[in-house]
């Protein structure tokens, strides 16, 4: 199974972002293994194999969650990533190569149910973290919403405080920043002054000239599998469930959407293409709800 050309391909002609370049090659690969295991090649694939291939992520042991398969999403994912492969298979090599994904009715997250993290649970985290590094990280997350790809490439110049006058003639300070964000589109981000004095105060122990905002203990750059595990070992300190960053990014969403941002604004904050893409990542308050349906009752009755 040669993945190379397909990777190329979209790096090159698709221009998808070196992550995701790499999240395909490790979902591709994982595919190549589960085929050796078998001694089937590329050709012999059938929607009976991937059905196999399906069960197979189910009744993986999942150790890091204590449960048993993968969750939907991911595996969701994975095929998604085997049935683009067998189209570019397609389109470049062999035009009579089937693709047996097509007939595979494969898990889909279901999308009812809120992914962020409620607000009591987001208090308890950060305020339970003692470590000025993990606090600050994690409450930059939190603060402008930015992925967990992005927040890894963050340097020290990338953010700066911004000084704006507001429509009551007060100075006020911001954080801002920018971002290579997916498709490497590169966007601005924004932070609170709350985080502003985190950042300053955690950027004033660093005696090091590593231009990394987030460093490991090695003086490295922090890694993504690094966040990923800081915030496992939080949550687990604390007695709370396992939180992934990206939940992170559906609170900043949530948080924003309930304190009647525009949504276009929120679009553009997220670095969304389309605002159908915006709108999964949120979802309404009971409040919000109530106080939307009172104000245009209020409206309706004058």
């Known amino acids: ?9 979209l790096s090159v002609h698709r221009r998808r972002s070196p992550q995701t370049v790499k999240a395909y090659r490790s979902d591709l690969l994982l595919f190549a293994a589960f085929l050796k295991e078998r001694g089937l090649r590329i ?7 991937i059905a196999h291939y399906i069960a ?5 042991p999942n150790s890091r969650f204590g449960r048993t398969g993968l969750d939907d999403a991911t595996i969701n994912r994975r095929i998604t990533a ?6 570019f298979l397609r ?11 097509v007939v595979i009715q494969h898990p889909r997250p279901r999308k009812d149910e809120p992914k ?9 985290l950060l305020a339970g973290i003692d470590n000025r590094r993990d606090r600050v990280l994690f409450a930059l997350f939190v603060a402008s919403g930015l992925r967990l790809s992005e927040m890894h490439q ?57 231009p990394a905002l987030f460093l490991s203990e090695r003086r490295q750059r922090l890694s993504r599998r690094a966040i990923q595990e800081r915030l496992d ?40 293409d389309d605002l159908a893409t915006t709108r999964r990542y949120f979802h309404f308050h009971d409040h919000t709800l109530a106080r939307g349906y009172f104000s245009a009752m209020e409206f309706l009755n004058h």
């Not at 197979?56 to 993986?60: G, Y």
Request: charged fraction near 30%; aromatic fraction near 8%; avoid cysteine.
């Open 1 to 9: 199974m040669r993945i190379e050309p397909y990777l190329n391909h």
């Open 233 to 272: 070992f939080w949550t687990r300190k604390l007695g709370l469930a396992h939180i992934h960053p990206h939940q992170l990014r559906h609170s900043y969403a949530t948080r924003l959407a309930n304190a009647n941002i525009d949504s276009m604004i929120l679009k553009d904050l997220m670095g969304h």
């Open 154 to 210: 963050l340097n020290r110049e990338s953010i700066s405080i911004d000084i704006y006058t507001d429509e009551r003639g007060r100075e006020r300070r911001l954080g801002t920043g920018t971002v290579i964000g997916k498709r490497n589109k590169k966007r601005r981000f924004f932070f609170d002054v709350q985080t502003v004095d985190a950042v300053a105060t955690y950027l004033a122990t660093r005696t090091d000239s590593n």
């Open 91 to 101: 389109a470049e090599t062999n035009p009579r190569l089937k693709n047996p994904t």
């Open 82 to 87: 085997v049935r683009r492969y067998f189209e």
């Open 56 to 60: 197979s992520m189910q009744q993986k």
């Open 43 to 49: 050709s012999q694939v059938t929607p009976t194999v």
């Open 116 to 124: 962020d993290v409620d607000e009591v649970t987001l208090e308890t």
